[in-house]
C-alpha cells in the first residue's frame, strides 16, 4: 500500500477535460489531496480519495454497467482506497471485485474522469456527511466478456451506448459514456 501522493496529483495536473463542472473537481480533487495527508484513508473526515473503474468490451463497442445493490443504480464500478495513493491499483481492485473480471487492462494510464459528489450521512455506520474524490480510469477486457455479480451489485450488464444511456441518471456517468462514445465509436465509425 502506497500513501506517496506524487503521482497522483502529478496525473491530475496533466490531466484535460473540455467540461467546465468536471475541471472544477479536478482542481477540488488536487486542492484536497495537498491539504489532507490522509486522503486516501476512510477515515479522513471532510471526504476521502476513492478509485473507478469504466469498463469497454475487447472491441470497445460495449459497456459493462452494475446496477448496485444499495443505491439501486446503474453505474461503474469503485471503492474506498483504503490508504492507498496507487489509485489506478484501486480502480483494478474494485472491478475484480465487483465483476470478477480479473484480466481487464486499463486503455491509459491517463485519467478518465473525475468527479465529486456527496455522500449521505449514514447514521447506521458512524458517517457524517462527506465527499468522495471519484477518481476513474478506462479499462478493457483483455481475455473473455464474463462477468460475476458480486454481492454489492443486483446484476451487471453488457450494454451499448444507447443501452446504457437509457440505464443511467447521473450527469457524470453520461459524461464517461460520452467520451467513451467519442475515443472508440466515433473513431470506429470513422475507419469504415
Known amino acids: 500500500m502506497t500513501n506517496d501522493r506524487t503521482d497522483i496529483l502529478t496525473a491530475l495536473r496533466a490531466y484535460e477535460t473540455p467540461y467546465e463542472d468536471e475541471r472544477a473537481d479536478v482542481r477540488d480533487t488536487i486542492a484536497f489531496i495537498t491539504a489532507h495527508e490522509d486522503a486516501f484513508a476512510r477515515s479522513c473526515v471532510p471526504g476521502h480519495v476513492t478509485g473507478s473503474a469504466v469498463l469497454i468490451s475487447r472491441d470497445g463497442t460495449k459497456i459493462l454497467l452494475n446496477r448496485h445493490k444499495k443505491l439501486g443504480r446503474w453505474m461503474h464500478f469503485g471503492g474506498h482506497a483504503d490508504g ?12 475484480a471485485e465487483e465483476s470478477g473480471i480479473e484480466t481487464a487492462e486499463p486503455v491509459s494510464r491517463a485519467v478518465f474522469d473525475v468527479d465529486v459528489h456527496t455522500i449521505p ?3 447506521t455506520k458512524g458517517e457524517p456527511e462527506h465527499k468522495h474524490y471519484d477518481i476513474r480510469y478506462l479499462f ?13 451489485s ?27 462514445k ?9 475507419k469504415s
Open 140 to 152: 478493457r477486457c483483455s481475455d473473455n466478456d464474463s462477468f460475476v455479480c458480486s454481492d454489492e
Open 121 to 123: 450521512a449514514n447514521a
Open 84 to 95: 492507498s495513493a496507487d489509485i489506478l491499483d484501486v480502480a483494478r481492485r474494485e472491478l
Open 182 to 190: 467519442e475515443i472508440f465509436l466515433t473513431t470506429k465509425a470513422t
Open 154 to 180: 443486483t446484476e451487471l450488464r453488457w450494454c451499448t451506448a444507447k443501452e446504457a444511456l437509457t440505464l443511467v441518471d447521473s450527469k457524470d456517468l453520461r459524461r464517461m459514456i460520452g467520451k467513451w
